[in-house]
């Protein structure tokens, strides 16, 4: 599963997308439960930045209170919920991340 949220990131699927995938495939796992995994994994939790449906911008400095995209005009929330999200993890989490390993 982990493989799977590692493709989710490096492709940039939403998390629509991969739930929906989680549920063709039958699993039992969530998004949220998987998030919860890792987090136990690295023991650093990703940092949450919403993001425009079609990934033209991230909400963020001048962005932030935003609720349409100025690019595209896209919704930034369906029903209270961002319609996309993605994961960071700062530089200084990566090197703790990458020196917790002993490989």
């Given amino acids: 599963m982990l ?5 989710k990131v490096k492709y940039g699927l939403t998390d629509n997308a991969f ?3 989680l ?6 796992l ?6 919860h995994k890792l987090k ?3 023991g650093i939790e990703p940092l949450t930045i919403d993001t425009c ?3 033209c911008i991230a909400f963020t400095e001048k962005y932030a209170t935003l609720m349409q995209c100025p690019i595209c005009k896209k919704n930034r929330y ?5 319609v996309n999200s993605t994961y960071f993890f700062s530089i200084k989490e990566r ?3 990458q020196y917790k390993d002993e490989k």
């Fill in 3 to 7: 493989n799977l949220f590692n493709i």
């Fill in 19 to 21: 739930n929906d995938i």
């Fill in 23 to 28: 549920q063709c495939i039958k699993s039992l």
């Fill in 30 to 35: 969530s998004l949220y439960k998987l998030k």
């Fill in 40 to 42: 136990s994994l690295v």
């Fill in 53 to 55: 449906e079609d990934s």
């Fill in 78 to 82: 369906i029903s209270k919920k961002p």
């Fill in 95 to 97: 090197l703790i991340i």
